[in-house]
């Protein structure tokens, strides 16, 4: 498989949702196969929270492949033989992108906590600026899932004409309390972390040290990106053999998962951009925080494919259900699909379950 590692540079103003601006950003972004002469085969495809621009392939010397391997690749269900494939770098995120640790244009110095609050709105629009610059001006698809997903939904609402089919899977039409309070936990954990130092943190100790703060946001988003079920299967109530059962800090293996998974983050993903990140999330509203979801569905042009995961505790499947509703009320059930995965890994699903719906989606990109 061809992949490129590439970065953009906008020497123009993004303008925000807020009424703020970026002067000026960068987009990294990752491309995979070969762009056709009409630039007919463009399929895009969006991260979640942790994820990146890497979404496939692997690179020499590198131990993991991209976060969605199992997806893209040449015969893999989007087929680089066939579609030339992006992923960019969220504006916000910690892989390259502009971000709060880049360099405000206006001061010389890092954003930090002066970086502006971005909506998903605001990352697809840098996104467009990105095709637009490539000169693309249309995909056979855009592909998400969880917060990719978010944003997929946005780019069917708010740039409707952009592709032919938008495929959102593990998300929801607006943050419901839930997610809203599981981030609540990270983002105080952050913030009353005295390593952290109001955002002012020198980012070579946390790469050495970590920051627990962080390490316990991520331990609940753990949870929720999991399920109960796998939880029993994997760990059950086995116990570390190495410590003692009437130790008070003696931890069952299901413990010392999390804290492997947990306390390794914060030397890979910066703690300013998982509080912007959060914040993101948190505001995320497909109604653009209207009364009704309906007057922003009403203008979906494309077709929107809907896949939910029966054990995902993050979005539940009837919130992505409400969407399918919705459609059918507003007479588009000819614009809408619906497929309920009988997942058994949570959330997490949609990344590491694909065999489960790959047929679907290939069956969809056939259209």
Request: contains cysteine; negative net charge; aromatic residues 12%.
């Given at each position: 498989m061809k992949i490129e590692t590439k970065i953009e540079k906008f020497n123009e103003p993004l303008y925000l949702e807020s009424g703020r601006l970026l002067e000026e950003f960068e987009i990294v972004y990752e491309t995979y196969g070969t762009l056709n002469e009409d630039k007919s085969n463009v399929i895009i495809i969006c991260h979640?929270?942790?994820g990146s621009h890497h979404a496939a392939g692997r690179y020499e010397k590198e131990a993991k492949a991209?976060?969605?391997d199992k997806f893209i690749g040449d015969g893999k269900t989007i087929d680089t033989?066939?579609?030339?494939?992006?992923?960019?770098?969220?504006?916000?995120?910690?892989?390259?992108?502009t971000s709060p640790l880049s360099i405000n244009p206006s001061t010389k110095k890092e954003y930090r906590l002066k970086f502006p609050v971005l909506t998903i709105s605001d990352i697809v629009n840098a996104q467009m600026k990105l095709y637009k610059k490539l000169g693309i001006n249309n995909a056979v698809a855009v592909i998400g899932g969880s917060m990719g997903g978010m944003q997929t939904l946005c780019y069917a609402i708010e740039h409707p004409t952009f592709a032919k089919h938008y495929i959102a899977m593990a998300c929801t039409a607006y943050t419901r309390p839930w997610v809203i309070a599981l981030n609540k936990i990270g983002i105080e954990a952050i913030r009353h972390d005295k390593a952290f130092k109001n955002g002012?943190?020198?980012?070579?100790?946390?790469?050495?040290?970590?920051?627990?703060?962080?390490?316990?946001?991520?331990?609940?988003?753990?949870?929720a990106y999991l399920s109960p079920d796998l939880f029993n299967r994997k760990f059950s109530r086995d116990y570390v053999e190495t410590d003692g059962l009437y130790e008070l800090f003696g931890r069952?293996?299901?413990?010392?998962?999390?804290?492997?998974?947990?306390?390794s983050f914060p030397k890979f993903f910066d703690p300013l951009s998982y509080l912007y990140i959060c914040k993101t999330i948190?505001?995320?509203?497909?109604?653009?925080?209207?009364?009704?979801?309906?007057?922003?569905?009403?203008?979906?042009?494309?077709?929107?494919h809907l896949i939910a995961f029966k054990d995902d505790m993050l979005f539940f499947p009837e919130e992505m259900e409400q969407i399918k509703d919705i459609m059918i009320k507003i007479g588009k059930k000819e614009q809408v699909t619906f497929?309920?995965?009988?997942?058994?890994?949570?959330?997490d699903s949609f990344l590491v379950e694909v065999e489960k719906f790959e047929e679907h989606v290939k069956n969809v990109l056939k259209d």
């Open positions: 979640a929270l942790s991209g976060w969605w033989n066939k579609y030339f494939v992006i992923c960019s770098n969220n504006i916000g995120s910690s892989y390259g992108s002012e943190y020198d980012k070579e100790d946390l790469r050495a040290n970590g920051l627990v703060g962080l390490a316990i946001g991520r331990m609940a988003g753990l949870i069952f293996e299901i413990e010392k998962y999390l804290e492997h998974n947990s306390y948190n505001i995320f509203d497909a109604g653009r925080n209207k009364d009704s979801l309906e007057e922003s569905f009403t203008k979906i042009e494309g077709k929107l497929k309920l995965v009988d997942s058994s890994s949570g959330h």
